[in-house]
């Protein structure tokens, strides 16, 4: 009987021979992230319904990264309350202020392996489905209750497959195949569905590039990014992890499967416009000047991207009246970076290099936008007011439209 690889995964993890799309299921969840922001409800709510000890402590992991290091006394008082549940509860994978963000450090650090449910209380936890495991974001609260029993409820979702083919031109990445999808599907065009990435060039791509794709599934109302495992993923899940994992893959005559060929070809670099990630444009056809440029989020501050606008910004200077932010997601990523001499790169370009974190990628910590003002961001969203006031405005792209763009105060493609 054919099922999608969403399908095999939750029956695997609630231990049924097969589960269809619409299914209402109880899934072992086999490791839930909470981190600074959303990690205090969570406790609250855990401490409200009377639990006392977590189900499995070496399941949970916590990062801090939204408010790194702590910028108000509320921030610090949530780091406070995090840092106490950790040692109450003695959770095993707790990563304090220096480590990174949360959806690079999942990954890096070898909590993520095929086959896996994932949960995290962070709508872009569809980014760890990029090493073929059924990875999703839970509210707060359900959080709690993940926290109390090891389990919770899905409804099996449908599966749309985007078949993905031809060669990318030079200077488009995978962010610009993300946006073009976006705005080819809208913001709801996916709502409730496994998004899977497919094809011969998600199979050229690198594991970082595959979860560019699945970190922004989200954006298209996805449940969960996904990509078939292959040599790739066993290469970089074998050298980070020790855990045992299950590769599933997606039987393409299965009921519950849409398949949407997208060819990339022709594709040339594109770019969100306020305020809205569906609408998405040619950076040929968008005329704009820009206040800040933001390097790093979850989606693009892989040491990848760092290297991509380290190339274009070697030896030239950010233009005037233009800021350009660069956060690397991790420490891993910022070391690498440090090592390969990115950074000196960066900062001779008239750059502002800060230590790993959200940054201003959600408008609510460091790098904040004033009315009136532009950001060209690498990040995944440029709703009203996402990166501070709601009279300015946010532009999305690849982190290679970035560095081109500083370079100019302007939204330009790199050149050829
Ligand atoms: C703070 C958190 C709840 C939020 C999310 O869930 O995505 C944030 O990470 C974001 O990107 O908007
Ligand atoms: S980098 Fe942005 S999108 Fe990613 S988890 Fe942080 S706030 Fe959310």
């Not at 460091?366 to 946010?394: A, H, Y």
Request: net charge negative; glycine share 10%.
């Amino acid at each position: 009987m054919s099922s999608t690889m969403s399908e095999k995964i939750l029956a695997r993890a609630s231990g049924n021979d097969k589960v269809e799309a619409g299914d209402i299921i109880i899934a072992n969840i086999d490791v839930a992230m909470t981190h600074d922001l959303t990690g205090p409800l969570a406790v609250e709510s855990f401490e409200k319904i009377g639990a006392d000890k977590v189900w499995d402590s070496s399941k949970i992991v916590i990062p801090f990264d939204h408010q790194v290091p702590a910028d108000s006394i509320d921030s610090a008082n949530n780091h406070i309350i995090m840092r106490k549940f950790v040692q109450k509860q003695g959770i095993e994978n707790f990563y304090d202020v220096n480590v990174g963000v949360c959806h690079q450090i999942l990954p890096e650090l070898g909590h993520v392996v095929p086959g896996e449910v994932i949960v995290g209380a962070d709508s872009h936890t569809c980014t760890h489905g990029a090493l073929g495991a059924f990875s999703t974001g839970i509210g707060s609260t359900d959080m709690a209750m993940v926290f109390a029993e090891g389990n919770l409820w899905f409804k099996v979702p449908e599966t749309n497959r985007f078949e993905i083919t031809g060669e990318l031109r030079d200077n488009v990445y995978a962010k610009d195949v993300i946006l073009h999808i976006i705005g080819q599907m809208g913001a709801d065009g996916s709502t409730y569905k496994a998004c899977e990435f497919a094809g011969e060039s998600v199979s050229r791509m690198s594991v970082s590039d595959r979860m560019v794709l699945c970190n922004m599934a989200i954006e298209m109302g996805g449940k969960t990014g996904l990509v078939e495992p292959d040599k790739k993923t066993i290469e970089y899940v074998e050298k980070r992890s020790k855990k045992p994992y299950k590769i599933f893959k997606t039987d393409l005559d299965a009921d519950s499967l849409n398949i949407i060929d997208i060819d990339v070809s022709d594709l040339e670099p594109q770019v969100a416009c306020p305020n809205n990630v569906d609408n998405v444009k040619a950076v040929s056809e968008v005329d704009q000047e820009i206040d800040q440029v933001f390097l790093g989020s979850c989606t693009n501050g892989r040491i990848s991207d760092l290297r991509d606008a380290a190339k274009i910004l070697k030896g030239k200077e950010i233009a005037k009246g233009t800021r350009m932010l660069v956060i690397p997601a991790s420490r891993e990523v910022y070391s690498k970076a440090l090592d390969e001499g990115l950074i000196k790169i960066f900062v001779d370009a008239g750059a502002l290099v800060s230590a790993p974190c959200c940054g201003p990628c959600l408008g609510g910590h460091t790098g904040i936008i004033g009315p009136g003002e532009v950001s060209l961001s690498t990040s995944n969203r440029n709703f009203k007011g996402r990166q501070g006031s709601p009279d300015g405005k946010v532009y999305l792209s690849s982190a290679a439209v970035a560095a081109a763009s500083a370079l100019e105060g302007r939204i330009v493609a790199p050149e050829e």
